[in-house]
């Protein structure tokens, strides 16, 4: 009889690993993109509801999202692209929940807070090299810029003027994360990137004007949309209640003062 018992108690164990060693926390994994606001969101949850510990941690890419949530290591992923077909057929589902605006931001040494969509596809095709060229200081431009496959430079790779085929320039430093590329221009003189638009990125840099548009106008050209990711076999009551927090009306409020655009169904 204990033989059975025990055979019996193994499923069930593994039923429960999912978030079972951090009871009463919804962790929610996944991209750098408004992890800002994601926080915010998650501290506003929390107060509202203290049985659970809203966590966002550290970014793992959109990729690393998806693979926790789809290896049952966690229950809620954040993403800031689309699911594949083939992560589609593996059981997961997306939530959009809001767009962010796609932003360059400078270093303020630089002495530039406006560019033409033109002026922008020239720094980072390696053809304007000095601030002092398009009105801000005689300083060498330092282009930081994301893989490839990065979901906010595919974004700007869609939307934005002059940047469909545009060969960024072999000078530019790859940052890996949403997090390293705003640490990279924050820390060196002269440097331009770009990620998701939060309001947190005014305290330390100068978020640019492209064509006259700042990135919360209505006719900015370039936005990212973020998506909550779970599985029906693994979700939990927590992460379900946390989804619908962030898509009603008291969590816009919110998400506007952070720079965050809702999602209108």
């Known amino acids: 009889m204990l033989i059975s018992t025990r055979l019996l108690a193994a499923p069930l164990a593994a039923l429960c690993l999912v978030g079972s060693a951090r009871a009463g926390e919804l962790s929610v994994v996944g991209t750098g993109d408004g992890i800002d606001?994601?926080?915010a969101l998650g501290a506003a949850y929390t107060?509202?509801?203290?049985?659970?510990?809203?966590?966002?941690?550290?970014?793992?890419?959109?990729?690393?999202?998806?693979?926790?949530?789809?290896a049952n290591k966690e229950v809620l992923g954040r993403i800031a692209r689309p699911l594949s077909d083939s992560e589609k057929e593996a059981g997961l589902v997306?939530?959009?929940v809001f767009r962010l605006p796609s932003a360059f931001f400078v270093h303020r040494s630089?002495?530039?807070?406006?560019?033409?969509?033109?002026?922008?596809?020239?720094?980072?095709?390696?053809?304007?090299?000095?601030?002092?060229?398009?009105?801000?200081?005689?300083?060498?431009?330092?282009?930081?810029?994301?893989?490839?496959?990065?979901?906010?430079?595919?974004?700007?790779?869609?939307?934005?003027?002059?940047?469909?085929?545009?060969?960024?320039?072999?000078?530019?430093?790859?940052?890996?994360?949403?997090?390293?590329?705003?640490?990279?221009?924050?820390?060196?003189?002269?440097a331009i990137g770009f990620?998701?638009?939060?309001?947190?990125?005014?305290?330390?840099l100068a978020v640019i004007k492209i064509d006259g548009h700042y990135p919360t106008d209505r006719n900015y050209p370039s936005a990212v949309t973020l998506s909550f990711i779970y599985k029906d076999s693994t979700v939990t009551p927590d992460a379900t209640r946390f989804i619908g927090y962030v898509k009603a009306t008291k969590a816009k409020t919110v998400l506007t003062s952070m720079g965050g655009v809702p999602i209108v169904e």
């Open 94 to 96: 997306a939530v959009p």
């Open 47 to 70: 107060a509202d509801h203290p049985e659970t510990n809203v966590v966002v941690p550290p970014s793992i890419g959109s990729g690393g999202g998806v693979a926790a949530v789809g």
């Open 37 to 39: 606001l994601l926080r």
């Open 110 to 190: 630089a002495g530039v807070s406006t560019l033409s969509s033109a002026q922008l596809a020239d720094i980072y095709r390696g053809k304007i090299t000095n601030w002092r060229d398009v009105g801000g200081q005689d300083m060498r431009i330092k282009v930081v810029r994301r893989e490839d496959q990065d979901s906010t430079l595919l974004v700007l790779r869609q939307s934005m003027p002059g940047w469909k085929d545009l060969p960024i320039t072999e000078k530019s430093k790859i940052a890996v994360t949403t997090q390293e590329c705003i640490e990279t221009v924050r820390e060196v003189p002269g």
């Open 195 to 204: 990620g998701p638009f939060t309001k947190a990125l005014e305290m330390e």
